[in-house]
């Protein structure tokens, strides 16, 4: 006899939510966001020359704000400071731990060394306690010449290069913790942590170029079509990579057919029918893959290349955001019991419900707000900055 829609008593609630959502959400924009910058700081690519700096102030709200979902799901987040003063090799979260504290500590030090010009020269300027504490950021050293300038360049060629690892094992080390849950064959999958970390490129990367075009519109960027034709090739790239991943993903359970393949089939017929294939693949990534593909295939013009790409980049982020969910939510879906179905229906003013989930989303924003009172989103002025500190130039028309 085959026993249907039969869970266990203790196995009725789904125990990672929409906070466990967010996070990987916020910090695939990070990554992606970091990504735009190390390819101009640390690979020469001159075309992202107008967004390089605006993608490191974007990257460091949206880090600074990664862990507030987690804090906010546990049950007594002063806790987390245990991690860092009781260590233990062994904890997944404890790992996390270290790996956030040593991207953040290489972000800020990206952004200090870049700044540190500009901040000399408002320093000089200033007056009272903004001097003071002007001086005090930068170590009370305001000196600036060609030589250190140059040496700054150079330090920040150097953080890049070790960020970029750091960066990459941060944005899918939560795809490492999925795939390594065997108990879960929706998410044990060698795969994962490679669909993690391109899917949170490709929402950084639409992130920011929907903040090019808007600021761009209004005058705060230098417009550039070789700038925004270079976001869009990327774009279109890591959506390719992207829609090869989950490809290998779908067709490595098929192929295997493994006892857990009745479930998976199951769920992504019943449950995930519609938010999956509807939602996710057709109305997210499948738009967003025909007006990328349409932008270069069409050579459209520079009007209708921005508005392609607005939008598209809009269906990118609403697809990364539907994949968390599908994986998160979705994997907790079925029972123990492999042939049962759990329920959830997020309430507005629960804990983890979804007004939280829109506070926590929205956060980053404010941040980046705020930073980009303090810190010019306006690039360097054109030089030879790139050869100075070593590293080649590249140039997507």
């Given amino acids: 006899m085959i026993y249907t829609e039969f869970s266990f008593p203790n196995d009725s609630h789904i125990i990672w939510s929409l906070m466990i959502v967010t996070y990987p959400y916020i910090s695939g924009i990070m990554a992606g966001a970091f990504s735009i910058a190390a390819l101009y700081y640390g690979f020469g ?5 107008p967004v390089s700096r605006f993608s490191l102030l974007v990257s460091f709200s949206f880090l600074s704000c990664a862990t507030l979902p987690l804090l906010n799901h546990l049950g007594h987040p002063e806790r987390a400071f245990n991690v860092m003063i009781m260590p233990n090799h062994r904890s997944a979260i404890g790992g996390f731990g270290y790996i956030y504290m040593v991207f953040l500590t290489i972000l800020v030090l990206i952004i200090w060394f870049s700044y540190r010009d500009e901040v000399i020269r408002a320093a000089n300027a200033a007056t009272g306690l903004k001097k003071r504490i002007l001086e005090a950021s930068l170590l009370w050293n305001l000196n600036s010449d060609s030589q250190t300038q140059a040496v700054d360049r150079i330090v920040v060629f150097y953080l890049v290069a070790f960020g970029i690892p750091s960066m990459a094992v941060l944005s899918g080390y939560v795809g490492f913790l999925f795939g390594s849950l065997k108990s879960n064959p929706w998410w044990s999958t060698p795969v994962m942590p490679f669909v993690f970390f391109v ?3 490709m929402s950084g990367l639409a992130l920011v170029t929907l903040f090019y075009l808007y600021l761009g519109w209004f005058g705060h960027l230098e417009k550039s079509p070789a700038c925004l034709r270079t976001l869009g ?6 959506t390719v990579l992207y829609i090869v991943l989950e490809a290998v993903e779908l067709l490595y359970f098929y192929y295997e057919s493994s006892d857990a393949w009745f479930v998976i089939s199951t769920l992504l017929l019943t449950k995930l029918k519609y938010s999956f294939f509807f939602l996710q693949l057709g109305i997210g990534l499948g738009v ?3 007006l990328l593909s349409a932008m270069f295939a069409l050579r459209v013009d520079e009007t209708t290349f921005a508005k392609l790409a607005a939008v598209a980049s809009v269906y990118i ?3 990364v955001w539907m994949m968390r969910w599908n994986i998160v939510v979705g994997g907790q879906l079925f029972s123990k019991s492999y042939v049962g179905f759990r329920e959830y ?8 419900g979804i007004l939280a ?3 926590f989303t929205l956060l980053p924003f404010l941040v980046l707000y705020i930073v980009t009172r303090l810190l010019s ?8 900055e790139m050869e100075s500190a070593g590293s080649p130039r590249v140039v997507i028309e």
């Fill in 357 to 359: 989930a829109i506070v």
């Fill in 199 to 201: 899917s949170g490129i």
């Fill in 345 to 352: 229906h997020p309430q507005w003013l629960d804990q983890e």
């Fill in 377 to 384: 989103v306006h690039p360097l002025p054109e030089e030879d």
């Fill in 233 to 238: 090739a990327l774009l279109w790239f890591s």
């Fill in 288 to 290: 967003a893959f025909v």
């Fill in 317 to 319: 982020l609403f697809e």
């Fill in 45 to 49: 690519m001159s075309s992202l020359r």
